[in-house]
């Protein structure tokens, strides 16, 4: 059996809460995808316990708890600053429309619990020795940095058909293979994907997206359909094809929907209607329209000085990153320092304001902000100083 020596201080703080559950009489151990991240060295960001204890009885034994999800089993325990989820042993019966199911099983042991589990390498158990619990070969899996069902894939799929965009996701995430009988029942059951909520599929898209091994993933997604069954995508796969030979993988969300867009080949006023069919945020439509547009028009021709100004610092850079991604040559160098030498970067950053300019005699109303926009365009444009000498004198002619 396998032991790990020095535990992370997310677990060892988190030793007296199962500690508290063993010498009730219960069983506890570590779980999940932090036992995985624990034995590739990744970062651990949250850990997760399982015990024997039934939701009631974990209420009974901590003070403080809270009912994050207790018709699932997880009570949160509030123990020493630390807060900690702790969820029943169960089995998920009655999978209804290929969702997690409404009603849980709990159990009273760990081997029905870990054979429910979606992948080998997420069906892993610790206890508070750092004794590994590995039914499944998780370990060798690991080894082979192989993604593969726990028991019969088509079984864990119809459980939960998330499963399918988790496991793409983790292959991208560890730079894994899919297993061949793993994907061949993604394959068999990709229909089953819109059943699951939009929102939950694009955050796995998107972990897919941004993770190490992005193309080699999307690759996958395509080969086995799951990409028919998402937003927007359906009938799409030629022209997604491009994906898994990009120069590089995004390294941020906004980028990662930009090269999306762009191999779609979708009007500027197509992205709105994209993004939101995708659950996206309006914060980030904007931002991707900004990026593709500015794309567009340097893949036309050189941009103004306005152009840069009104694109703004970031949307600069993630057109840059984007049009690497996408092996659109760009003179990045020269676009960045001309951006830094723009005279103002924001209209904060003009010598004058809409009270100077009253001031001065200018009357207030619409042609107020006519003439602001005109003096900075003047700015920009390098006919004009940013100065306000230079902008008294100019208004004094005019
Ligand atoms: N559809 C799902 C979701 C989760 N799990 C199980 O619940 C664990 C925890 O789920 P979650 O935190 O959502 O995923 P992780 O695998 O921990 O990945 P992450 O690093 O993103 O948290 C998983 O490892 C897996 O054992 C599952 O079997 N089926
Ligand atoms: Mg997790």
Known sequence: MMKIDKL????????????????????????????????????????????????????????????????????????????????????ETGYQDFRR?????????????????????????????????????????????LIKAVGNPMQRFHEDALRMMRAVRLMSQLKFTLEDKTQAAIKDMHQLLPKISVERIRDEFVKMGLGANSRAAFQVFLDTQLSEGVPNFTGKSELLSVYPSLEFNPAEESSLWAVIIILLKLQNKEIAH??????????????????????????????????????????????????????????????????????????????????????????????????????KQKILAGELENTQEAISTYLAQG
């Open 8 to 91: 992370p201080a997310l677990f060892v703080t988190a030793i007296p809460v199962l500690k508290k559950l063993e010498q009730a009489g219960f069983e506890a151990y570590f779980v999940g995808g932090s036992i995985r991240d624990l034995l590739l060295q990744r970062d651990i960001h949250d850990i997760d316990i399982a015990t024997s204890a039934y939701p009631e009885e974990v209420k009974q034994l901590f003070s403080k708890t809270i009912d994050t999800g207790i018709k699932h089993g997880t009570v949160t325990v509030l123990y020493d600053h630390g807060s900690y989820e702790i969820t029943t042993f169960r089995t």
């Open 274 to 375: 994209f993004m939101h069919d995708w659950k996206n945020s309006n914060a980030m439509t904007a931002k991707v329209e900004k990026i593709v547009a500015l794309f567009d028009l340097i893949s036309e021709r050189s941009p103004s000085n306005y152009d840069l100004f009104e694109a703004g610092k970031e949307t600069l850079l993630k057109t840059i990153d984007v049009a690497h991604i996408l092996g659109q040559p760009v003179n990045a160098e020269a676009l960045v320092d001309r951006y830094l030498a723009l005279p103002i970067k924001s209209l904060a950053e003009l010598a004058v304001d809409g009270q100077f300019l009253i001031a001065a005699g200018v009357a207030p109303g619409p042609q107020l902000g006519q003439l602001l926009t005109t003096l």
């Open 101 to 145: 199911p409404d009603q849980v099983t709990f159990v009273r042991n760990l081997s029905e619990d870990l054979k429910r589990r979606d992948f080998t390498i997420n069906a892993l158990a610790m206890n508070t020795e750092g004794l590994i619990v590995d039914l499944f070969d998780g370990l060798g899996d690991l080894e082979r940095h």
